[in-house]
């Protein structure tokens, strides 16, 4: 499958309007292969009994393998997975780290030791690694600046949606592997979530046959506007970059920072219910993916339709104020949960948090979306996840349980406890911070006015 530097010349049958139906099914189909990446990542958050059983492994190393281990290979991957996706084929690009990060998940089902664990999911990391770069260089070139708004939260929907109720979809899969008793060769029956890893890889590689015969490759503004061979003016990417440089600094970090504990909850959540509540992994499954799933899409859909309605009428403050507050009411709904004395409690604070930082998480690619040239949305939107990985994935996993395990005594809601630390204490550096940005976000407004756009 080669990558091909050189621009390729426009088609007849390619759309020349911006949006349309066509480009539409592009974010569908995008956004349904971010909800299945992050169910593959997230898998293991409800099979970690098991597995742990199974392979004798412990809180502390299952942390490395969802979180560090995952984290570095797909940040190594990411810096020349943004740099192609703003210069080769992006379609070609999504195709080939769908089916990597799939086979490879199907392949974790197979492992039969933590190294052989550890190698399968740093190939999966790698896989899912080419998918957002090129995603949102794509909705970057198929819709004008006020249109991205809702096709970028269709993919952050489907990225949440996955994030949200991986929970619940591996969990029914386990269920159904232990009631219809199904055995795979080599694999067996004894151990569940060695099926559940192989059912939730399986539908990324059917999904991916049908991408490759509906998707086209747009063509880039920069490829039909700008004569490459007369002599530059200036640079405006890095004009653009000089500008705006504290505004992605402080605006990625300080969201990022709030959002890693999205993770807290997605890959430890499970595992507070069980030890706190003794419920069973699949209940426990169930009541993280429908609360999650619930409120996280909910918030996702939300909060860039309130965007997009301020952004058509620049109420850049109105804006900012509605992300602050999101933030400010899912840190307290954060932990709330992890100190509730019941069950429901629990889940109803679970249930709110997401609903509020669902909103607060489509606000990194929006803001890349929002004000960046075309010809920077892979480079930028690979900083914003290059962050958010480093706190979600190289961090929280291994913070939270590390916080539990230094409680004087071995209660069983000390991961309940860590969750709501690891959220207090993100939120008192991540809320102010992000409050700092209030007055760049109106500057970046006010030179996109004053360039007419």
């Known amino acids: 499958m080669a990558l091909s530097s050189t621009p390729a010349p426009a088609r007849l049958d390619q759309p020349t309007r911006k949006g349309g139906r066509r480009a539409w099914a592009i974010v569908i189909f995008v956004a349904l292969f971010g909800m299945m990446s992050y169910i593959d990542r997230q898998a293991l958050a409800v099979v970690v009994s098991d597995l742990r059983l199974d392979l004798g492994i412990s809180d502390v190393q299952m942390g490395w393998l969802m979180g560090p281990a995952f984290f570095v290979v797909f940040n190594l991957a990411l810096v020349p997975a943004a740099w192609a996706a703003d210069r080769w084929n992006r379609k070609r690009i999504i195709v080939f780290g769908v089916v990597t990060w799939s086979l490879l998940t199907m392949g974790s089902g197979l492992a039969q030791s933590y190294e052989q664990l550890l ?12 998918l957002a770069p090129a995603a949102l260089s794509l909705i970057a070139g198929m819709f004008e ?3 991205r ?16 109720g991986s929970a619940l979809f591996t969990a029914a899969v386990m269920d159904a592997a232990v009631g219809l008793n199904l055995t795979v060769p080599y694999v067996g029956g004894e151990a569940p979530w060695r099926l559940a890893l192989l059912g939730v890889g399986l539908p990324g590689l059917i999904l991916v046959t049908a991408f490759v015969l509906v998707a086209w490759e747009p063509v880039r503004k920069q490829d ?22 504290l505004l992605y600094l402080f605006g990625f970090v300080s969201l990022c920072l709030f ?4 993770s807290s909850v ?6 507070f219910l069980v030890r706190t509540f003794e419920v069973t992994q699949v209940q426990s499954g169930y009541m993280i993916g429908v609360s999650s799933l619930i409120g996280g ?12 309605h301020f952004v058509q009428q620049r109420r850049t403050n109105a804006m900012s104020n509605l992300v602050l507050g999101t933030m400010i009411v899912a840190a307290t709904c954060a932990v709330a949960a992890g100190f509730a004395p019941s069950l429901w409690l629990a889940v109803l604070c679970i249930f709110g948090f997401m609903f509020f930082a669902g909103g607060a998480a489509t606000m990194p690619t929006l803001m890349v979306q929002l004000y960046a040239p075309q010809q920077l949305t892979g480079r930028l939107s690979a900083v914003a996840l290059f962050i958010l990985y480093f706190l979600s994935y190289g961090l929280a996993p291994v913070l939270v349980p590390m916080v539990a395990d230094s409680w004087e005594t071995a209660s069983p809601a000390a991961l309940g406890y860590a969750i709501a630390s690891v959220a207090l ?16 976000f109106r500057s970046a407004e006010a030179a996109l006015s004053k360039r007419g756009e």
């Open 119 to 130: 190698l399968l999911r740093c190939g999966v990391a790698l896989g899912e690694a080419m």
């Open 145 to 147: 600046r006020y249109e």
């Open 149 to 164: 708004p809702l096709p970028t939260a269709t993919y952050v929907v489907g990225c949440t949606i996955g994030a949200s």
């Open 224 to 245: 039909h506007e700008q004569d490459r061979t007369a002599p530059a003016i200036g640079n405006p990417s890095a004009s653009f970059l000089r500008e705006n440089l």
């Open 259 to 262: 959002l890693m504990n999205m």
């Open 266 to 271: 997605a890959l430890w959540g499970p595992s």
């Open 297 to 308: 899409v909910a918030g996702s859909l939300l909060l860039p339709a309130l965007i997009r």
């Open 425 to 440: 204490g993100s939120s008192l550096i991540a809320l102010p911070l992000f409050a700092v940005t209030r007055p760049m």
